[in-house]
């Protein structure tokens, strides 16, 4: 008896200090009390015969024919995007894909069962509850390889106002499609679109409009939204119309359109000036006074497998396109300048005779040498110039 008596004492001190450390006087004031009655009474009538699975959207109208061809019937039911942040993720130039993180906030869609005259319910003017308990649109990204929704079902709120009008916030990982044109790799930009519709609702039932946080649209923002590769530049948005002959699959398209630039440091580093050097060098040896023949072609074969090496390389980071990348034309023109080299040094050594001695020995290599130092330094400085204009 004595140790359950104990126990119910350590109960009730238990009870009671956490009870003294969680209540806050400030949250049971008369005010709120009332706006809570005021509120359970407003969703209690608005939500009375209210059916979550039917759609408002106005459904009588003909999509053969031109929007806004009754003037009896009510205009296309608007539905609107607001990009909130972005973060791209990454891009993986051979599958010409592009990975971003989309804070969205799904504003303002309209729902006319869903009205209220604010002045017979306390002037509460809207309410946050279960975005189960209202139709809500189910937005989708148009032609992507991948969309991830961050948000927990269960627990998804919107918030509803006094003229119908509701609103959500959306958290997306998106994988869209992004044709890239590689030609000034690794010093280009690429422009990739994201684009959202509201799957099964025609362009003659809905309008979609889209628009930017006005914070993301600071150029300080940007620097956040790319990553240790890729850089942010520009974001733009827009709506398209996907047309059809027959109207019927017409569907409007909120498009956000974004400008990234690739931080070429890596490749300068890893490829370009590297590449210089090994060639610079290999062009000393071949012209080298005193080394035999096969020593020089040595040098020479050696360089031409390093070359081709990096080709491989390079290949694997970008897509299998028609166009030759900057980079790959600065590799092969490496190649051939110690082809040429080569190819010099063995026509040399094999006309060299008697009275051609004099002019076919070291005066010819030499120049030649300096002439093709001269063809790759200026080679050279020309993918450096290509960095410091886009810097």
Request: hydrophobic share 45%; charged share 20%.
């Amino acid at each position: 008896m004595l140790l359950r008596s104990l126990c119910s004492v350590c109960l009730l001190i238990q009870v009671t200090t956490i009870s003294a450390f969680l209540y806050d006087t400030s949250l049971y004031v008369p005010k709120h009390l009332d706006f809570l009655l005021s509120q359970s009474n407003l969703t209690r009538d608005i939500f009375n015969g209210y059916d979550a699975t039917l759609s408002p959207i106005y459904t009588k109208n003909d999509p053969t024919k031109p929007i806004g061809y009754d003037p009896e019937s009510p205009k296309r039911w608007n539905y609107t995007i607001l990009l909130y942040s972005l973060k791209l993720v990454e891009v993986i130039e051979p599958e010409e894909k592009v990975s971003v993180v989309m804070e969205i906030m799904e504003v303002y869609w309209y729902d006319p069962r869903l009205t209220w005259n604010k002045t017979l319910y306390d002037d509460v003017d809207y309410f946050y509850t279960r975005q189960a308990n209202v139709w809500s649109p189910t937005l989708s990204a148009f032609g992507v390889n991948d969309l991830i929704d961050f948000r927990d079902q269960d627990f998804r709120l919107v918030c509803v106002n006094s003229v119908g009008m509701i609103y959500d916030y959306v958290s997306v990982r998106v994988s869209a499609n992004c044709p890239m044109d590689v030609s000034r790799f690794p010093f280009d930009s690429q422009i990739c679109q994201i684009r959202f519709c509201l799957p099964v609702f025609n362009a003659a039932e809905v309008e979609i409009l889209n628009t930017i946080y006005q914070g993301v649209l600071k150029a300080e923002a940007w620097k956040t939204m790319g990553n240790s590769e890729w850089k942010l530049v520009n974001i733009s948005n827009r709506v398209e119309t996907l047309r059809y002959d027959d109207g019927f699959g017409n569907l409007d398209l909120g498009i956000y359109e974004i400008t990234i630039r690739r931080n070429p440091l890596y490749y300068i580093y890893m490829i370009i000036f590297p590449s210089f050097i090994i060639n610079a060098l290999s062009i000393i040896g071949v012209f080298m006074k005193g080394a035999d023949k096969m020593s020089r072609l040595n040098v020479g074969l050696t360089n031409i497998m390093t070359m081709t090496f990096i080709l491989g390389v390079m290949a694997d980071k970008i897509p299998r396109t028609g166009t030759v990348p900057l980079l790959g034309i600065y590799i092969i023109m490496n190649l051939v300048i110690m082809i040429i080299a080569i190819g010099i040094v063995t026509g040399i050594t094999e006309l060299r005779s008697g009275k051609l001695e004099t002019f076919l020995g070291p005066p010819l290599e030499y120049s030649c040498a300096v002439l093709l130092e001269l063809a790759t330094l200026a080679m050279f400085f020309m993918m450096i110039g290509f960095w410091l204009d886009d810097s």
